[in-house]
C-alpha cells in the first residue's frame, strides 16, 4: 500500500491522457468487432452480452476522462489557494469523481433534471393523457416494466415547440407541449409505449448517467476557468501573470484533447443508441401498438439522412420493423 502511495505523484496528466487513449482506441476496437459480429446475424443472446460489454467499456472511458477532468479541476484549485502537494491532488480528484458518480446514478439526477428541466401536466393535459397512460403501463408492467409508478413531465424551455418524447432515468417520461397539443391521442399510444420500453430496458437510466456525469464536470472546467480569470485580474505582478497564463494555457490545451476524445466515444454510443431505438419499437410493437406508433413516426417523424453521430435510426426502416 505505502509503495502504491509513492507511485501516485508520478500519475500526472500526461499518464492519464496516455491512459485514456489506451482505453479509448482498445474500446474502439472492440466496437468495430461488435458491429461486424452484428452484421453476420450472431446469437441473440451472445449479441447482447457483447453489446453490455461494450456498453461498460465506454462508461470506463468516460469514467477515465472524466477524471482526469476533476484531477485538473483540482491541479487548478489548488494552485489558486497555493497548495503544492501532489498526492492530495489525487485523493481530491478521485473523491470529486466519485461523488459525480454517485449523483449521476442516483434518483437525485433525475429529480434535478425534472425539477429544473420539466413540470407538472396541467389538469387539461393530464385529463387528456391519464387514460393513455394508464392503459399503456398496464400493459407495460405485464411485459416486464419493472416500476410501481410512472412520472410524465412536461419540457420547459424553447424545445417545447417540438413535437418530441423522450423517457429519462428510471420512471420518468418527458413530453413537449406541442406534442400534448397535435398529436392525435391514438398516435400517443404508441409513442408512450416506445418510451416505456426505454424505461424497459435501462436505455434512459444510462443516458442520464452519461449526460449528468458530463454535465458536473462541465461545471468544473468553468470554474477552473473563472479562477484563472480571477486570476489574472488580481495579479498585478508579471511574474504572477506568466504563471497564470501558462496555467489557462495547460488546461485550455488539456480540454480541447479530452473533447476530442469524447467525440470519439460518441461514434459507439450514437450507434448502440440507435439499436435502442430499434429495440423500444419491439417492445411498443409488443404491447400492440405498433401501428400506432409506425403512423407516428410516418406522419411526425423526419427521414432525413442519417449520420454517425444521430441518436435516431433512419425513420423508414424503423417503420418496415414495425410491420
Known amino acids: 500500500m505505502n509503495e502504491l502511495l509513492l507511485e501516485l505523484p508520478k500519475i500526472g496528466v500526461v499518464s492519464l491522457f496516455m491512459f485514456g487513449a489506451i482505453a479509448i482506441v482498445f474500446t474502439m476496437g472492440f466496437f468495430v468487432i461488435f458491429k461486424c459480429l452484428s452484421l453476420l446475424k450472431i446469437n441473440k443472446i451472445i449479441e447482447s452480452i457483447l453489446r453490455g460489454l461494450l456498453q461498460y467499456m465506454i462508461y470506463a472511458c468516460m469514467v477515465i476522462i472524466n477524471y482526469t477532468i476533476c484531477y485538473m479541476f483540482v491541479f487548478t484549485v489548488c494552485k489558486f489557494i497555493k497548495i503544492h502537494h501532489e498526492i492530495l491532488y489525487h485523493y481530491y480528484a478521485f473523491g470529486i469523481t466519485l461523488g459525480c458518480i454517485v449523483v449521476s446514478l442516483s434518483p437525485l439526477a433525475e429529480l434535478i433534471y425534472s425539477v429544473f428541466c420539466t413540470r407538472k401536466l396541467s389538469q387539461r393535459e ?32 424553447k424545445a417545447t415547440n417540438q413535437i418530441n418524447a423522450y423517457a429519462v432515468g428510471k420512471s420518468t417520461v418527458v413530453l413537449t407541449k406541442r406534442f400534448l397539443d397535435k398529436v392525435d391521442p391514438y398516435l400517443m399510444h404508441g409513442v408512450i409505449a416506445h418510451e416505456l420500453g426505454h424505461l424497459r430496458y435501462g436505455d434512459a437510466k444510462q443516458h442520464l448517467f452519461i449526460f449528468s456525469l458530463n454535465l458536473l464536470t462541465l461545471l468544473m472546467f468553468y470554474v477552473s476557468v473563472v479562477l484563472q480569470v480571477i486570476l489574472k485580474i488580481v495579479s498585478y505582478i508579471p511574474f504572477v501573470n506568466l504563471v497564470s497564463s501558462v496555467i489557462g494555457l495547460f488546461i485550455f490545451i488539456n480540454f480541447w484533447i479530452l473533447a476530442k476524445y469524447k467525440y470519439i466515444l460518441e461514434y459507439a454510443l450514437m450507434s448502440l443508441s440507435r439499436m435502442d431505438e430499434f429495440r423500444a419499437d419491439a417492445f411498443a410493437k409488443k404491447l400492440g401498438y405498433g401501428i400506432s406508433l409506425s403512423r407516428y413516426l410516418d406522419i411526425y417523424v423526419e427521414n432525413g439522412s442519417i449520420g454517425l453521430l444521430d441518436t435516431h435510426p433512419c425513420t423508414e426502416l424503423r417503420i418496415d420493423a414495425l410491420a
Not at 403501463?137 to 412536461?154: A, E, H, P, Q, T
Open 126 to 157: 393530464l385529463k387528456k393523457v391519464e387514460h393513455i397512460i394508464a392503459e399503456v403501463f398496464g400493459r407495460s408492467k405485464l411485459n416486464g416494466l419493472k416500476i410501481r409508478n410512472i412520472s410524465i413531465r412536461v419540457l420547459t424551455g
